[in-house]
């Protein structure tokens, strides 16, 4: 089942433990399909959490995060690497969902290259995409929470929430 528009129209973080082991689906340029079942994500809930980009407000790079639920948010770390993310909620609640690994593949970094995502994703719909599509298989994940990755500068608070989930039975 693809997931629509209704599923991403929720709170982050129900979003983001409901988005382990749903399948990623990319079409490449030269027709080529690959899947892939999502093992980890994390979770970034708004202006008040220190370690979500918009916690600054809105500025040209988070405004997408305003955008509405469903809306591809990519976006460039190290100056090398992508990174995808899903905006959830209600429109101008800034949360998103960051995809932090795939089957095969831990890092959001090594899952965008695999995925060949770059900046013409963003801002874009994952619902109604041609490129990229999120489907429900009824896999059954074996969920665990643990602290967020690389967000120590957020604070002691911020850096201590649970927000990132794991299917620990694929990892």
């Known amino acids: 089942m693809l997931l629509d528009q209704k599923f991403f129209d929720r709170d982050v973080l ?3 433990p409901d988005l382990i082991g749903k399948i990623i689906v990319r079409e490449f340029d030269d027709g080529s ?3 892939f079942r999502i093992t980890q994500t994390e ?6 959490d220190k370690a979500c980009h918009a916690s600054k407000g809105r500025t040209p790079r988070t405004e997408i ?11 460039l770390i190290y100056g090398m690497y992508w990174m995808l993310n899903f905006v959830t909620a209600k429109s101008e609640i800034p949360q998103a969902v960051l995809i932090r690994a795939i089957e095969g593949y831990n890092g959001p970094g090594k899952l965008s290259k695999i995925l060949k995502i770059d900046k013409t994703f963003n801002d874009q719909s994952i619902v109604d995409n041609q490129r990229i599509k999120l489907f429900d298989d009824l896999y059954k994940p074996q969920i665990t929470t643990d602290l967020r990755i690389g967000v120590d500068y957020a604070g002691e608070i911020w850096a201590q929430k649970p927000w990132r989930f794991i299917d620990n039975s694929l990892t």
Not at 43 to 48: D, I, L, M, V
């Open 65 to 75: 995060m305003y955008h509405k639920p469903g809306t591809i948010y990519v976006y």
């Open 43 to 48: 979770a970034y809930r708004g202006e008040k």
């Open 14 to 16: 129900k979003v983001a």
């Open 33 to 35: 399909i690959k899947r």
